[in-house]
């Protein structure tokens, strides 16, 4: 089963709005991760936040967790054309070795 | 410049043949694996590999095979045992197995067979 689930499934927003994206999971986890793939691409890494952590800032971006719901959250503030994406998170359960993704969030940035 | 590289881009096969996409990283990473992508959906985990000479099934390896013979290089060969192969294949990397590592993705190769 996915451990992962991202909410809303798609998102379109002017340029300069805010964008925000949740992550949802099931079971304990060590870290939570997000990922960023352009259209036809292969993923890039833009954050890791770990279980002990409740909040986590890179540039524009903003990662909150929270363990006793088992959700995150990806604030993408000032959004820009170039931010259109698919956005997804990853999970590494307790007990396990390995990532789990989940659905992805489609992001569309009009100018 | 340092990174992951797969190829072909594209590839298109007929059914019942067997096929290897390539993947070669040169970041020195112990850890690698394959993924597929379909339309929409996220990834799921095919193969993964923490070193040389040693890998593990992920949740779908059936219909695939994959060999570690050097640190840098995980093919990963799709076999007329799978039943729909057509997808999107990404192959990723990273410093170490487990928690705590972020991975690094090559280009995807996508596979259409007819």
Known sequence: ?111 | DGGITQSPKYLFRKEGQNVTLSCEQNLNHDAMYWYRQDPGQGLRLIYYSQIVNDFQKGDIAEGYSVSREKKESFPLTVTSAQKNPTAFYLCASSISQGWGYEQYFGPGTRLTVT
């Not at chain 1, 996915?2 to 999971?25: F, K, R, V, W």
């Not at chain 1, 307790?94 to 992805?104: H, M, V």
Request: glycine share 6%.
């Open chain 1, 1 to 111: 089963s996915q451990q992962g689930e991202e909410d809303p499934q798609a998102l379109s927003i002017q340029e300069g709005e805010n964008a925000t994206m949740n992550c949802s999971y099931k079971t304990s986890i060590n870290n939570l991760q997000w990922y960023r793939q352009n259209s036809g691409r292969g993923l890039v890494h833009l954050i890791l936040i770990r279980s002990n952590e409740r909040e986590k800032h890179s540039g524009r971006l903003r990662v909150t967790l929270d363990t006793s719901k088992k959700s995150s959250s990806l604030l993408i503030t000032a959004s820009r054309a170039a931010d259109t994406a698919s956005y997804f998170c990853a999970t590494d359960a307790e007990y396990t070795d390995k990532l789990i993704f989940g659905t992805g969030t489609r992001l569309q940035v009009f100018p």
